[in-house]
């Protein structure tokens, strides 16, 4: 696609937006049409043909990366669980270690990265107009490139989610609420800088602890 393609492209995309959500800038709230609207619309100008199974496509690029991360993560669980359980003296470094993951994520989320990430995740429109090729490669490839956007804006908060309780329902519901904030008010760097705040401080309480308890 040449320059003045993705222009067109560009253009028409944005359009698009703007009479699905009527985003003009103004509003505190950012709604926006889904990724895979986007990508639908941006399908449809290119004259592709089976745009729903090229959507289906894209999910499954997406999903993988999320497949992935969830296994390293499982993986990663259980590995420190039976290294506890084998050697009972490491318990003793778990409320340590838990306070340092808490402050690694919290850090991270004031770091240029996250907010590239953030950014892109709040408006892909740009990753679809660019990186937009035909065929079900080009659709996985795009899949494949959303999600890591995506999963590299939120491990942070994923990790925050596993030292605080991954099956603790108020965890779960403060993690999806914060992930949905930030993208869907304009001050969502905001929101991820508060709550980076909160995860470091929570974090040196539970480090401080440990070391005063050992």
Known sequence: MDGYARQDLVGSVTGFRRDVAGDDGRNDVAVRPPYALLYRRAAAFRGDSRIDALTLVLGAGYFSVWALFGVLAYAAGETVTSAVMKWPALSRLVPLAAGASLV???????????SACLKHCRDPLLLVAQHLHGGWRGSFRLGLHHGVFCALCCWGLM????????????VMVAVALVIALEKILTRGELVARITGAGAILGGLGLVGTALLGA
């Open 159 to 170: 990790l925050i989610q596993l030292v605080l309780g991954v099956m603790n329902l108020f």
């Open 104 to 114: 690694l994520a919290g850090s991270y989320q004031f770091t240029p990265l996250k």
